[in-house]
């Protein structure tokens, strides 16, 4: 018989842990501290083995623990099929859009489904791509925006007019897998009563296509989907995002709908969590999406979640403050800008001294955290694999992209990063982009 543990005792466990291994970290890395001091003076040694090596490692503490200890309430069985209505926006996507409408016409959900395609000003043929696919499917509206006004204000426009008391956005790129919105619409159903959105599982489409996209395809299957995972499992997903989650129509009305913003979704999911909701995780509901092709492309994507992390900081200050589980990670937020400042500016400098022989930043006390990161991955592979699996699909060898990932992905990640906070800060103009 399995023992029940409640969900504040896992954070108990998971937190006690954590801060062992920090504490740990503090008493292992004196040695480091005495001799970085003597290169770098005592205060910049100690914010660099602070905020590159301590604190992520007790972070990872918490999320190794965490996931070992989450198992989810299962779907109900006789789960209902409610009317849903799915919110489209789309902005020159007649290469994708196709293929997102056949993907959802294939679904393998037996509630009404009302599909809502709100073209943002598209100077393609994506209004076309959308007519023809009308012809078979009556369950299909168009709505045809002349001037291009940002993803946000084309989700608004569609959800004046949705009357289900779910709402669905999904991406003009993204291919639902079969069983995506059942699985999204199950998981809701079964989460506590005060659930207001579930996000769904973003996954890449376009993985294949060269070295950025396949690192990107470890950091969507292992980083991001276990962060949302334990995000739910301590009551609060941090960000519902647009490509693909399941809002409460009702709710989304009375914050206002999607804000005209960088960070739209993470800052309409603060809004949620402020006003006492609970924002769920559904791992098995699986959408494919296109990832950046370039390098280029790539920083510019994380420029704006970066923007998006410090406008949801701007918009929701009070969040710091509320009494819930899930502010642990709101705080955790606090500290990305600083860790990633402190690798920008001490990890990836020591990394070239390093290959000089001067081994003050980078050396052997550094490479003594990686046996808990390539520890953690593993068990997010295992348990993500296993997700795969019960879904009737298969993990593809992806062996460079899961090393460069693990090893390497940082420096391209951190520094795209810290260009978008200081964007922000700085109030640079801002773009707006799909994901």
Known sequence: MAIYVAVHSKFVIASIIGLAWGAFSIWFSQPWYQDLSLHVGPYMAFFLITFIAIIPGCMNAFVFISLLLDKRPPVIEDQKNPDITILLAAFNE?????????????????????????????????????????????????????????????????LKISNSDIVISVDADSYLHVDAIKNLVGRYLSDPANTRAVAGEILIRNSRVNWITKAQEWDYFLGIASIKRIQSLFQGTLV???????????????????PEMVGEDIVLTWKLLLAGYRVGHAENAIAFTNCPETL???????????????????????????????TIYIWWNTMFPVMDIAYVLGFIPGLVLACFGFFWIVGPMTL??????????????????????NEHLKVRTNIFGFFFYVFAYGLMLQPACVYGYFSEFFNLKKTWGTK
């Open 240 to 258: 519902a995002q647009g490509a693909f989650s399941l809002y409460d129509r009702k709710t989304l009305n009375e914050i206002g709908g999607w």
């Open 368 to 389: 003594s955290i990686l046996p808990m990161a390539l520890a953690l991955n593993l068990y997010m592979y295992s348990r993500s694999r296993h997700m795969f699996e």
């Open 296 to 326: 280029k492309a790539f920083i510019k994507q994380r420029q704006r979640w970066s923007r998006g992390l410090i406008e949801a900081f701007k918009i929701n200050p009070m969040i710091l403050l509320k009494p819930r589980l899930s």
């Open 94 to 158: 007649e290469e994708f859009i196709g293929s997102t409408l056949e993907g959802i016409a294939r679904q393998n959900y037996l509630g009404r489904t009302r599909i809502i395609v709100i073209d943002d000003g598209s100077s393609d043929g994506t209004v076309g791509v959308v007519k023809s696919h009308q012809a078979d499917n009556s369950n299909i509206e168009l709505i045809s925006l002349v001037k291009n006004g940002g993803k946000a204000a084309a989700l608004n426009h569609g």
